[in-house]
């Protein structure tokens, strides 16, 4: 490791509401990179542009989905997003560009670089974004699934490079 190689990396996961997307992605990261072998290495958080779910557990549709999968989201409580969080973490990935932009109003402008689309990580599905599931039905929440665990592989793999380590 070298002088620009950090010894742990950040990442924070951007929604709506903190109740859907975000904890799904941070459950799934979660597993991955226990699986890997980072989790000394890697903290993975998530929260929401709006604060109206704080202190909620994620959606009960979300936990239930991504239980068949086998993440477990019910230990998450939702937060809203703040300015601080910029400066804590090394990457802030948002679902949507609705929450790009409300993100991008908080951000500082040294962080500016920080806040990117989670969606850029997916390898295998080609969305731009990840399309909010808490209108639909089944079908929205599998769907955020199968580009979260994509975008997760990704994601991972930069991960390892930021850290210095081989893929």
Known sequence: ???TTPSRYRILFVCMGNICRSPTA????????????LADRVDVDSAGTLG?????PPDHRSQA??????????NQRARQLTADDFEAFDLVLVMDWDNHVAA????????IRKLRRFAEF???HDSPVVPDPYQGGPDG?????????????????HVRRQLGLAP
Do not use: I, T, W
């Open 141 to 157: 929440f599998e769907h955020v699934l199968d580009l979260v665990e994509d975008g997760s592989e990704g994601l991972l793999a």
């Open 122 to 124: 997916c390898e295998r």
């Open 104 to 111: 991008e109003r908080l951000c500082p402008p040294r962080h």
């Open 52 to 56: 109206y779910h704080a202190g909620s």
């Open 1 to 3: 490791m070298n002088a």
């Open 65 to 74: 989905h991504a239980l068949r999968r086998g993440y477990d989201l019910s």
């Open 26 to 37: 941070q459950g799934v990261l979660e597993a991955k990179v226990r699986a890997a072998g």
